[in-house]
């Protein structure tokens, strides 16, 4: 049987019933490969792809797991997805299995109406993009690159054009958490149906920039009051730091859902935890789902 035949064959077996209780939302650096520079980051992403990136036989075949697990938001990152060459054919692919394929980016020139088209052509539901301030010169501060903000807007607009559904994300430090005021205002006016402020760096990547548990309580509350005035729906994600040093924050954001983060090498954990729960290369994606399954049960129980 050709590799061809394979696939469609494989493409019937996975629109079974699922036999497992899967994530909600699956969130995937397909490449970290990025020519962006941004501090919280930049570590673990390289100018080219890694060489134990998922190969492109491996990469659909992680898509008929995910399927076969549920129905999760599949979101697509990296590093700078838009590098990966083969990123239409999973969006498509995704598409055609009956998975619900998002794409989260920063702008880079790589961010071109014919891409934007392309992927909306193939089946993209929505696409997010990361904006981290109001204006180009903290947003570009943040990602250490010029003209960022301006590829970001840009794309945005584009996206709007073509009927493709926006969101934003916002990456908070201590260099950013002074503009969420601004930022707020600024999804608003450009039509995004949702903010993701996701807490971050680590203190033992970048001692100088990470926020004081005061300042980190004072930013989520500030988040919060926000729910039901704008409209837009505001999805925050503490620090997995801010959590493990304050045992007590874990109750600032019950409503956190079962989601996993897959990196580009295949190896998994629960979404902003930390925590391994194998790679799958080694295992199937069911028995990861299972573990990472206990281990959100256990911490909602405690």
Known sequence: MSYKAARLAQLAAVKERPATAGPERVIWQITRACDLCCGPCR?????????RQLAAEEALDLIDQIRRCGQPELLLTG??????PDLLTLVLYANRVG????????????????????????????????????????HDAFRRVDGSYQWTIDGIRVAQAIGLPIRIETSVTAATVDHLDALAQ????????????????????????SMTAEAHVAA?????????????????MPATYFGLQNPAAVCLTP????????????AVQRWNS?????????????????????????????
């Open 220 to 236: 989520l509350e500030r988040l919060a009051a926000l729910q039901g005035i704008v409209n837009f729906r505001v999805r925050i």
């Open 99 to 138: 998975l619900e394929a998002g794409l989260t980016l920063s702008g880079t020139p790589r961010t071109t109406p014919r891409m934007l088209g392309l992927l909306r052509s193939a089946g993209l539901s929505h696409i997010t993009f990361c904006l981290d301030g109001p204006t180009a010169a903290v």
């Open 79 to 84: 590093g700078d997805p838009l590098k990966r």
């Open 255 to 266: 409503w956190i859902p079962f989601e996993l983060f897959v990196a580009d090498d295949g």
């Open 274 to 302: 930390g925590q391994a729960l194998g790679n799958v290369r080694d295992l199937g994606f069911a028995e990861i789902v299972r573990r990472g399954s206990a281990q959100h049960e256990a911490r909602c129980v405690a």
């Open 186 to 209: 600024w999804v608003g006016r450009l039509g995004a149906k949702l903010w993701q402020v996701t807490f971050g760096n680590r203190p033992e990547r970048d001692p100088g920039d």
């Open 43 to 51: 570590p673990a992403v390289f100018d080219q792809p890694s060489p």
